[in-house]
């Protein structure tokens, strides 16, 4: 009657007023409403709000932008919405750009296990 629940990703927001530097190490999913300026790794999905900038190369298995990314990702799947803007190098298995969305840069058609076992070698 009253199973073990499934874990759930833990989520970490980085609200509108923070600013935040250096190399960033999520265990689940995060929600960028702020500014990083640096590298983020996340087991789980990473959204990055209309109001949200990363300048920096980012690890998840997902990656939504609505705001601003440049830099590198390496990820299963990008979205970018509407507003988003992503100048740099994408290496994931698929991508989609709605209608008003930005990509500057170039789409590397690269499954995430082989991108995150390179990117883990060079740290």
Do not use: W
Not at 41 to 69: F, H, K
């Amino acid at each position: 009657m009253f199973g073990q629940k499934k874990p759930v990703n833990p989520l970490s927001f980085i609200a509108q007023e923070c600013h935040l530097t250096g190399k960033l190490i999520f265990s689940g999913d995060v929600l960028i409403a702020g500014h990083i300026s640096g590298d983020i790794q996340a087991q789980g999905n990473v959204t990055i709000e209309p109001s949200g900038t990363v300048e920096g190369d980012i690890l998840c298995r997902e990656l939504m932008v609505a705001g601003q990314l440049s830099g590198e990702a390496r990820c299963k799947k990008i979205t970018l919405h509407d507003q988003g803007v992503f100048e740099g190098d994408a290496f994931c298995e698929n991508i989609e750009i709605l209608d008003g969305g930005q990509f500057l840069g170039y789409r590397h058609r690269d499954p995430l296990s082989t991108t995150a076992a390179t990117h883990h070698s060079k740290t």
